[in-house]
T-cell receptor, first 108, second 114 residues
Framework: GIQVEQSPPDLILQEGANSTLRCNFSDSVNNLQWFHQNPWGQLINLFYIPSGTKQNGRLSATTVATERYSLLYISSSQTTDSGVYFCPSGAGSYQLTFGKGTKLSVIP | DAGVIQSPRHEVTEMGQEVTLRCKPISGHNSLFWYRQTMMRGLELLIYFNNNVPIDDSGMPEDRFSAKMPNASFSTLKIQPSEPRDSAVYFC????????????FGQGTRLTVV
């Protein structure tokens, strides 16, 4: 199946800083989502973005399907952004394959 | 819609006991997924249903695990007998159609087998 590599694995930010999280895929993807798993364990949908660019407030995401990667931009980070970010995807299959995630800690 | 609803939120059971986890998908969604999350293995797919029919259960760890979807609004994941290594957070997710659509996750069931 598809392999999902996320970077960086860990990230510590001062509140107000910007960051970019990256996902690389071993195969072409036809569905891709970004999730935020908060400290309480909830998986919160951020974007459904198999291709193109989307923005939602301080967050935006870009997927370049032909080059097999996706980026999540977080601007003006807040402590509530802390948690683990995932970018599961599927390559022609139903299965959303998860990577190990990026653990983000935003400190005041 | 209330989203994907899972119950119970927490379950503590003794080794050897039967455990049943429950899931109500989002109304109108025709695909349902059971995932398990552990520190060692991360999030892994256990089984997938489409239109109430199990499509692929290759992720189910062993015969002690079984899943059913008797109708479009309800699914169960059963472990019998349970073992300490089954301790994990179990998530249910649903989507509108197949995999090429946005999936939504329930809040998960934290299972502890002692």
């Amino acid at each position: 199946g598809i392999q999902v590599e996320q970077s960086p694995p860990d990230l510590i930010l001062q509140e107000g800083a910007n960051s970019t999280l990256r996902c690389n895929f071993s195969d072409s993807v036809n569905n891709l989502q970004w999730f935020h798993q908060n400290p309480w364990g909830q998986l919160i949908n951020l974007f459904y973005i198999p291709s193109g660019t989307k923005q939602n407030g301080r967050l935006s995401a870009t997927t370049v399907a032909t080059e097999r990667y996706s980026l999540l931009y977080i601007s003006s980070s807040q402590t509530t952004d802390s948690g683990v970010y995932f970018c599961p995807s599927g390559a022609g299959s139903y299965q959303l394959t998860f990577g190990k995630g990026t653990k983000l800690s935003v400190i005041p | 819609d209330a989203g994907v609803i899972q119950s119970p939120r927490h379950e503590v059971t003794e080794m050897g006991q039967e455990v049943t986890l429950r899931c109500k998908p989002i109304s109108g969604h025709n695909s349902l997924f059971w995932y398990r999350q552990t520190m060692m293995r991360g999030l892994e797919l256990l089984i997938y249903f489409n239109n109430n029919v199990p499509i692929d259960d290759s992720g189910m760890p062993e015969d002690r695990f079984s899943a059913k979807m008797p109708n479009a609004s309800f699914s169960t994941l059963k472990i019998q007998p349970s073992e300490p290594r089954d301790s994990a957070v179990y998530f249910c997710a649903s989507s509108l159609w197949g995999a090429d659509a946005e999936a939504f996750f329930g809040q998960g069931t934290r299972l502890t087998v002692v």
